[in-house]
């Protein structure tokens, strides 16, 4: 019996396949993207009060401990947007150890890939509870998602959220903040391309939801969603009441006068087409429910919360109406 040999090189096994970006990101979530970390100071009055006088914010919770004992809060508190900062490193932070800093093994890796510009999008905070002087907070930080590629303004890229968790010095959660940054590839500029358009106000997305809103305004009318069940108005619109979830509405039109709750100047970073600064105000009507808008026609630094104020419909980029407020005639600036 013989045995027939086969010559020649066997066949080599394949290579195993490059992993893909995507996945070697993917990789990173739900890590720490850093160590714990915990304030060199407890919350403090002296911060507080420079973070009040920085900010502009005269609530006298903060700084005046007469009024904060006689509120409430039977003693002064911090501000709860100052969340953040009792955990930042300052100007020489100490490095992580090896492997310690996820964030930066990731932020690596889409360097290397290309994705060199990186920009926050958006920051959204929760807080459980005020803070008052002499916490001490510890926070920690997780990588919570990372987005698969998307195409922006900026330039394709990938989000990445990144989730903080903020403990005092018994261990109990007092806040949490949710961070967003893009992470992208720069669009390249053609050297020939044409002048770009004047950039035009950021449109409303309009819906079955709130069409009626939107053609009202075009009218220059100030419609406000009602239940018909319950007869509670509400904005913005939806299709349920949250009150009696009742699906049957009609509207009422608002007399287009309230008063200023609350609001913000922005000042930085600026957007166009916008001018600054300008005044983004909470208004409530009279008829007891509220709406975000512009406050127009007075010095933003005169802006008082609790100023009467009063509708107005303005046309920009020669076809958006949009309901805009003013103070009312006793209040203009002369």
Request: charged share 20%; proline share 12%; glycine share 8%.
């Amino acid at each position: 019996m013989t045995a027939q040999v086969e010559t020649g090189s066997s066949p080599q096994a394949p290579e195993p396949e490059e992993e893909s970006l995507a996945a070697r990101l993917q990789r990173f979530v739900g890590r720490p993207s850093r160590p714990p970390v915990s304030a060199a100071d407890p919350v403090n009055q002296p911060m507080v009060r420079h973070w009040c006088e920085a900010i502009g914010d005269g609530n006298p919770v903060y700084t005046d401990p007469q009024a904060a004992g006689a509120s409430r809060h039977r003693g002064l508190v911090a501000p709860p947007t100052m969340l953040q900062v009792w955990n930042m490193p300052g100007l020489r932070p100490v490095p992580p150890l090896p492997g310690e800093d996820q964030l930066g093994e990731l932020i690596g890796i889409l360097d290397q890939a290309g994705y060199t510009a990186i920009v926050a999008t958006n920051c959204e905070q929760e807080y459980a509870r005020y803070l008052r002087p002499g916490d001490l907070l510890s926070a920690t930080s997780m990588i919570e998602a990372i987005s698969e590629e998307k195409r922006t303004a900026l330039g394709s890229g990938y989000f990445i959220n990144l989730h903080e968790t903020y403990t005092d010095q018994r261990g109990e959660v007092v806040g949490t903040m949710m961070l967003r940054v893009l992470k992208f590839r720069p669009n390249e500029r053609a050297e020939s391309s044409p002048p770009a358009a004047p950039p035009r106000r950021p449109r409303p997305v309009v819906n079955d939801d709130n069409r009626f809103f939107w053609e009202g305004v075009g009218r220059g009318e100030l419609l406000i969603q009602r239940c018909t069940g319950c007869a509670r108005l509400r904005h913005p619109p939806r299709p349920m009441c949250p009150h009696c979830r009742s699906l049957e509405w009609d509207t009422r039109r608002s007399g287009g006068r309230g008063t200023v709750y609350s609001y913000v100047i922005p000042h930085h970073p600026p957007v166009p087409p916008f001018t600054y600064p300008h005044v983004v105000g909470l208004i409530e009507l009279v008829e007891g429910t509220r709406l975000v808008s512009n406050v127009i026609d007075i010095d933003p630094a005169e802006v008082r919360i609790g100023m009467p104020v009063e509708v107005c419909f303005i046309t920009v980029d020669d076809e958006l109406v949009l309901p805009q407020f003013r103070p009312t005639v006793g209040n203009r600036e002369r």
